[in-house]
């Protein structure tokens, strides 16, 4: 098989909303019988959102790694208290599931816990880790580093550049292989502050878990009436969804050897079909993209970002 038509593994992000339990059953048994290979799991948003706890997120992965897929545990982007920097240590003390590093302290506490140390399983960086350069990139390749999910910002040329696929950053763990947020609403910003609580006029400490009112978040439209950005919790998003189902040669020339999709409440299932469709099996472009387009969908699909643009637009490709 040639660097060109490589095939591109599907990773499922983590969910960045609070879902009711059954949904939150009901999605991951879709996932389970899914073309996806690799499942993100944890609460990377709000600590109050406690549906489940993290020896429930252990019991999925263990039901889900029964199911043939690979399970990482990924941290919290935002550690703000005592009791979620003790959910961050019981995930990096635990030694059966590899960890997804949310931010900065999530490597100090890794380190602690002896994850980093030379013959453990490598970590993977997460998206909101500041990983712009090659040199960063290195450096967290010598921590044990073995997957990195360049910033949501980051074009596909600057991955080629940072991470190339005939050049890659090498350390002790092995090779550092690309994973590149392919599909979904971009998480763009964080903050200490509940946004969602605000809206509805309400503290952060008793925000009364409104956000469990919005499958999908809550939506934010401009004066003149469009979709502009999405309240979730702390968090800020993009309205419209990320895709880059029609960029496999860009992402395989990018470097990129995954993909990663983000969760959202509807159609979800097929949008996986589509991608390994897509990517891997030749459904063509034109194809794979009109049945995106009559989906249910939470948003329209734009692609700015991978190509140096206004995330908000669609690039010609």
Not at 108 to 120: E, K
Not at 147 to 174: C, Q, S
Not at 181 to 187: H, L, N
Request: negative net charge; aromatic residues 6%.
């Amino acid at each position: 098989m040639t660097q060109d038509d490589r095939a591109l593994e599907l990773t499922v992000g983590p969910l960045q909303y609070w879902w009711a339990r059954p949904q939150m059953m009901a999605f991951y048994a879709e996932v389970a019988d899914s073309a996806a290979r690799r499942v993100v799991l944890g609460e990377v948003v709000c600590s109050r959102r406690n549906e489940y706890k993290v020896d429930d997120w252990l019991a999925l992965a263990r039901d889900l790694k029964a199911a043939g897929k690979e399970v990482v545990l990924a941290t919290q982007a935002l550690v703000m208290s005592e009791a979620e920097l003790r959910t961050l240590r019981r995930i990096a003390e635990q030694d059966e599931f590899a960890v997804e590093a949310g931010d900065a302290s999530a490597l100090r506490v890794l380190w602690q816990a002896g994850q980093l140390r030379p013959g453990r399983a490598g970590f993977t960086i997460g998206p909101h880790i500041n990983v712009y350069s090659r040199e960063a990139l290195q450096e967290h390749a010598a921590l044990g580093a073995t997957r990195w999910v360049p910033p949501l910002e980051l074009a596909l040329d600057a991955t080629a550049r940072i991470n190339p696929p005939d050049d890659p950053v090498v350390g002790p763990a092995g090779v550092v292989r690309s994973e590149v947020f392919a599909f979904g609403r971009m998480p763009l910003a964080f903050s200490a502050r509940c946004f969602t609580a605000r809206h509805h006029r309400l503290n952060k400490d008793e925000c009364e878990f409104r956000c469990q009112d919005d499958a999908d978040g809550l939506l934010l439209k401009t004066s003149e009436g469009d979709a502009f950005l999405v309240l979730n919790g702390i968090q800020t998003q993009s309205a419209a969804l990320h895709c880059l189902i029609g960029e496999a040669q860009a992402l395989r020339a990018a470097g990129a050897s995954a993909v990663r999709l983000s969760p959202c409440s509807r159609g979800f299932a097929r949008v996986i079909e589509l991608f390994d469709a897509a990517l891997n099996r030749g459904l063509a472009v034109d194809e794979a993209r009109a049945e995106l387009a009559v989906l249910d969908l939470p948003g329209e699909l734009v692609n700015g970002f991978a190509h140096r643009q206004p995330g908000m637009q669609v690039a010609a490709v």
